[in-house]
């Protein structure tokens, strides 16, 4: 249960662009000759010209790296221990059809939320039995789309979805439907209330704790907990294959003690339904929320020091279980493309703002320098709905001026529109400057929205010097073809 130290030593930045490789950059970027950021070789200047600003610039070999490592050092630490692990990309991240194709070359399957992520990952060329999906209130269309696909696993999360997983496979009449059930552990972690999913006052998942809940016609007892109970009905269903136990506690996590406590959970209640049924459940999944750097400084979770962790407590707990490992599998998302994102916006208006001293006082010399930028939080919502941090650094040029202690804002009608909040920049941060902010590859075009009628910005990929675009920036026509006038 140590918590994982970072697999390098925290670059060095200076405020005024004296860049140093390393996180929260993606592995790509550079500072060229001239004092221009470069991203796989491709000078974001050029970039902004050729596809306009603001733009999601994505590193691919960055982001396959991740992929790869992931997968490698899950592998590598569940062989030890003698199980199988399999690495579902969690889409909600970020998905497209060539990042689902990414992923899927680099072994790793692909783990969907709803109707629309299931749809990328099948154009994509995803097979369905590689395919997850979860979701707290499926559709029916969603449901029969994912057993017409073949999808490998249903993350069931109720009870009433048991019965209508159940309904909808006998109506197809072929083979059972694979399904797990999601369980909350109680165990809560991650950065912020809103993206930490398994403590018990939420809506997602089966309660571990009993009580509260009254089963009927399971064959449960009523001291079952939602998450027994779920698990019985399954196993009473024909119709459904009972594939595995799913827990996910959180995102951003970066104290990996959460996964250990949570793991130790899910393999007592394997290990008392097997005890109660003879059936030992094949599959346990673990979710997703490994933390990654966003600020200089900040040290990501070491997919190695992780994996081997989480490994070693799995084994013990079974061990003193008695039962044997099951296949594992996890579903990291931000982990593998936000550090592989970055995104690039013009500067506009700048101005100084006299913000009062420490504690206040008028008069007093404490300015703050609003810097405003061609987006804002139509395209990453995150510092507005979690207060969370971001860096951001003058992309365009090497300046030497003073550093002014800089907010970076949108251009939409709401002052809490910051995308970053505080960041030292040079005093001659203008009009026409680029600004790039690091880690913005997950849950930033995936989150977006069109307020103010703001057009998306595109997500362009570069590797090796050249660029494509993975999904083209949407246009006042795409914004007015939905109006019905
Ligand atoms: N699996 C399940 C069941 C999930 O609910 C999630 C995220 C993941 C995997 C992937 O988690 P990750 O590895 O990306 O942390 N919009 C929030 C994050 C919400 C995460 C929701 N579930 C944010 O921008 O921080």
Not at 7 to 13: G, K, V
Not at 87 to 112: I, P
């Amino acid at each position: 249960m140590s918590a994982s130290a970072g697999p390098t030593t925290p670059p060095a930045f200076s405020p005024t662009g004296t860049y140093v490789p390393g996180e929260p950059w993606s592995s790509g970027v550079r500072r060229g000759p001239d004092g221009a950021l470069t991203v796989a070789g491709v000078d974001v200047r050029e970039l902004a010209v050729a596809q306009g600003t603001p733009a999601y610039v994505l590193d691919e070999a960055d982001l396959r790296e991740r992929a790869r490592s992931y997968r490698r050092a899950f592998e590598a630490a569940f062989a030890e221990v003698g199980a199988g692990v399999d690495v579902y990309y969690a889409g909600k991240a970020f998905l497209s059809v060539a990042v689902a194709r990414w992923v899927h070359a680099e072994g790793l399957r692909v783990d969907t939320a709803t109707g629309g992520e299931l749809a990328v990952a099948l154009r994509a060329g995803v097979p369905g039995e590689h395919i997850g999906l979860h979701g707290n209130n499926k559709s029916d269309a969603e449901i029969a789309r994912a057993l017409d696909a073949g999808v490998g696993r249903i993350i069931v999360d109720s009870l009433v979805e048991v019965e209508r997983v159940a309904a909808a496979s006998r109506a197809r009449g072929g083979a059972p439907a694979p399904v797990m059930i999601r369980v909350t552990t109680g165990v809560h972690a991650g950065g912020h209330e809103y993206i930490s999913t398994a403590h018990e006052d939420q809506k997602f998942g089966l309660s571990l704790a009993t009580g509260g809940h009254v089963a009927t016609g399971t064959g449960a007892q009523t001291e079952d907990s939602p998450a027994m109970t779920a698990l019985l009905a399954v196993l009473a269903h024909p119709e459904l294959e009972l594939l595995g136990i799913h827990s996910h506690i959180g995102s951003q996590i970066l104290d990996p003690s959460g996964f250990e406590v949570a793991a130790r959970k899910v393999l007592e209640l394997r290990a008392a339904l097997a005890q109660r049924t003879g059936f030992l459940v094949p599959e346990v999944d673990l979710g997703g929320g490994y933390g990654i750097a966003y600020l200089p400084g900040e040290v990501a979770l070491d997919p190695d020091r992780i994996a081997k962790d989480v490994a070693a407590s799995v084994a013990a707990s079974s061990a003193d279980l008695g039962t044997p490992l099951p296949r594992f599998s996890i579903e990291p998302g931000r982990a593998i493309v936000g550090p592989a994102g970055l995104t690039l916006y013009t500067v506009g208006t700048v101005k100084p703002v006299r913000v009062g001293g420490p504690d206040g006082e008028a008069g007093s010399t404490i300015v703050r320098t609003y810097v405003s930028i061609d987006g804002g939080m139509s395209d990453n919502i995150r510092p507005a709905l979690y207060g969370a941090d971001y860096h951001a650094e003058l992309a365009n040029r090497l300046s030497d001026a003073e550093p002014v202690l800089a907010r970076v804002v949108g251009k939409h009608c709401e002052s809490g529109d910051i995308v970053v909040h505080d960041v030292l920049l040079p005093g001659d941060v203008r009009a026409g400057d680029l600004l790039a902010v690091a880690a913005t590859g997950a849950y930033g075009r995936s989150m977006a929205s069109n307020y103010n009628h703001v057009p998306r910005p595109p997500v362009v990929a570069v590797a090796d010097g050249g660029t494509r675009v993975l999904v083209r920036r949407e246009t006042e026509d795409d914004l007015l073809a939905l109006d019905q006038g």
